[in-house]
């Protein structure tokens, strides 16, 4: 760096998505940004002046060294620091919550459920829009989902949850693996044509049929009649409430109902809900989760229990803050909103849980029942 301050001008990187730029430093400084457009007026201008042109920069404190590069065929800059310690990320961490991490570690996991919510939402669109996968690569996508569902959906997963435990038979896992082969049954019935090959129904029939008699025999827990966790595993989970949610049974089923009570006895405290109480391998504790809330509201709505879900609703809507905004965990104990903020998960289960209110208020007063339970968030499924 100059006696004046500034550096070199070609110790700049340039960033740009050809519509906006920056301009980053060696110390990983942003000196020169324009949103939205090449002409617009810079956010950061410190390459014009050091004291007033304002800027963009972390980095450790101490006494570090600092390599870059641009990742290959990309135009993201990686700026890597070095400290005497190692790692360079020394940040406290929001109110003390440590360690910060930069990523999530869950990025290599496999997780069995995601075929379900992507046939799930493409079923969704169908009914709601009208969509059907009439050009022949359309409809090949969505079999090859279907097909690598049923080449999958014995391995055990991380889960919906990410766990660190090590993977298991997820019982939500099995279930969603099941809701793939169904939403695959629904949109095949919609374009029958588009099935070139003539064993195609019968084995996606077949292996709905098995995923069901899986789960019927291996997630149910033999004293309670309660959805559990994971196969061979007795601890309890609010992701077992998506049994009757997603459609796998009705909520009269009596299996269904024990589900629901055993959250609501062993999961639930002072009106909010824990995804589970079972380790999962990741330090420290963690607060009522508000999606899993919920899910217990539209369950209980759905299984005419009206009352009690409006409860927890309410519990949840009292902790909102004044701009209506909702955190991922909520402190069940002070109603202290925690975690990821604001998570639009949480938003979302308040509109399905709002929708499915209504279904059960408008059913007990005598009207047309029409519709699958509204499971939003993680992508739904309504009946027409």
């Known amino acids: 760096m100059a006696g004046d301050g500034y550096p070199a001008i070609s110790d700049y990187a340039f ?65 890597r620091f070095e400290t005497a310690t190692g790692a360079a990320d020394h940040l406290e961490g929001y109110r003390g919550s440590r360690p910060v991490r930069i990523g999530n570690g869950a990025w290599n996991q496999f997780q069995l459920d995601i075929y379900g919510e992507l046939l799930a939402a493409a079923w969704f669109v169908m009914q709601q829009h009208g969509w059907r996968p009439r050009a022949k690569g359309r409809f090949a996508f969505i079999r090859d989902v279907v097909e690598l569902n049923i080449q999958r959906w014995r391995e055990p997963d991380e889960g919906i949850w990410e766990v660190r435990g090590g993977r298991r038979d997820f019982v939500f896992s099995k279930l969603m693996a099941w809701l793939c082969g169904d939403c695959g049954l629904r949109i095949l019935d919609l374009v029958p044509d588009s099935a070139a090959d ?16 899986s789960l019927e025999s291996r ?133 399905a849980a709002v929708l499915n209110l209504e279904f059960a208020r408008d059913h007990a007063a005598g009207a047309a029942s029409v519709g699958s339970p509204v499971t939003v968030g993680t992508a739904g499924r309504t009946d027409p």
């Open 15 to 79: 960033l740009s998505d050809c519509h906006s730029l920056a301009l980053v430093g060696r110390d990983a400084s942003v000196e020169w940004a324009c949103f939205h457009r090449f002409d617009s007026s810079p956010v950061f201008a410190r390459i014009l002046d050091r004291d007033r042109g304002g800027y963009f920069r972390i980095a450790p404190s101490g006494d570090h060294r600092v390599t870059r590069r641009y990742l290959p065929h990309t135009n993201v800059l990686e700026t």
């Open 219 to 351: 997630g149910v827990d033999p004293e309670t009649g309660a959805f559990l966790q994971a196969y061979e595993h007795d601890a309890l989970d609010a992701s077992a409430l998506q049994v009757g949610l997603r459609g796998f049974l009705p909520f009269d089923d009596p299996r269904v109902l024990a589900t629901i009570d055993r959250v609501e006895a062993e999961l639930a405290r002072n009106g909010h809900v824990h995804r589970y109480l079972s380790d999962d391998g990741l330090a420290g504790d963690e607060g009522s989760f508000v999606f899993c809330t919920l899910w217990l509201v539209s369950a209980l709505a759905r299984a005419g229990r009206v009352e009690a879900a409006e409860a927890y609703l309410a519990r949840v809507l009292d902790c909102a803050s004044d701009l209506g905004l909702l955190a991922e965990e909520i402190d069940p104990d002070t109603g202290e909103q925690l975690g990821n903020f604001p998570q639009g998960f949480s938003h979302l289960g308040v509109i």
């Open 198 to 213: 003539t064993g195609l129904r019968a084995r996606w029939e077949q292996a709905r049929a098995e995923i069901r008699t």
